[in-house]
Antibody, heavy 119, light 107 residues
Framework: EVQLVESGGGLVQPGGSLRLSCAAS????????MNWVRQAPGKGLEWVSY????????YYADSVKGRFTISRDNAKNSLYLQMNSLRAEDTAVYYC????????????WGQGTLVTVSS | AIRMTQSPSSLSASTGDRVTITCRAS??????LAWYQQKPGKAPKLLIY???TLQSGVPSRFSGSGSGTDFTLTISCLQSEDFATYYC?????????FGQGTKLEIK
């Protein structure tokens, strides 16, 4: 069974940093591209970042470019999102999501982890 | 970035009704269009991809159509478990974008 489990969310002050993790199981993690998607409270879905299976290709939404860094460790079956210079508008539930090939949509999602940026 | 516009933003319907949600892309995306269902407090669930292909395990009352810039999601006979928020998403560009969502509520 495919499972994606996010962790690392919490309360952080504006300008602070946080590192999210996504632990994958039930599939060959190293064969799949991955993404982070976020959802502000009561709002819609916003794609944040993409990383290819080998980490050779990375993309970011303009709203986080230069502040967030996506990475992965295929030996540990884990995906990460380093978030720096956090702003109030980064407050959201952050989901990791798998892509089943390219071009394909996101076929499995984690349950999400809440990041709250507030003083 | 490609902009995705859904309509309506909200919709009231009754069990057994047929409903249609529309999604329009700001430029042509061929058939690289997916639909997701999201229930409160849960992660989105993939329903349809390639505009009209049903994801494994999704009931056949869900269907999708369209190509280029205009797409529709149809639920042929609403069940109680279908009341949720629906999002379209383009994956033509790696700068993936979602529609703003359509909240389907019980009348």
């Amino acid at each position: 069974e495919v499972q994606l489990v996010e962790s690392g969310g919490g309360l952080v002050q504006p300008g602070g940093s946080l590192r999210l993790s996504c632990a994958a199981s039930g599939f060959t993690f190293s064969s799949y591209s991955m993404n982070w998607v976020r959802q502000a409270p009561g709002k819609g879905l916003e794609w944040v970042s993409y990383i290819s299976s080998s980490s050779s290709t990375i993309y970011y939404a303009d709203s986080v470019k230069g502040r967030f860094t996506i990475s992965r460790d295929n030996a540990k079956n884990s995906l990460y999102l380093q978030m720096n210079s956090l702003r109030a508008e980064d407050t959201a539930v952050y989901y990791c999501a798998r892509i089943a090939g390219n071009p394909r949509p996101f076929d499995y999602w984690g349950q999400g982890t809440l990041v709250t940026v507030s003083s | 970035a490609i902009r995705m516009t859904q309509s309506p933003s909200s919709l009231s319907a009754s069990t057994g009704d047929r409903v249609t949600i529309t999604c329009r892309a700001s430029q042509g995306i061929s058939s690289y269009l997916a639909w997701y269902q999201q229930k409160p407090g849960k992660a989105p669930k993939l329903l349809i991809y390639a505009a009209s292909t049903l994801q494994s395990g999704v009931p056949s009352r869900f269907s999708g159509s369209g190509s280029g810039t205009d797409f529709t999601l149809t639920i042929s006979c609403l069940q109680s478990e279908d009341f949720a928020t629906y999002y379209c998403q383009q994956y033509y560009s790696y700068l993936y974008t979602f529609g703003q969502g359509t909240k389907l509520e019980i009348k």
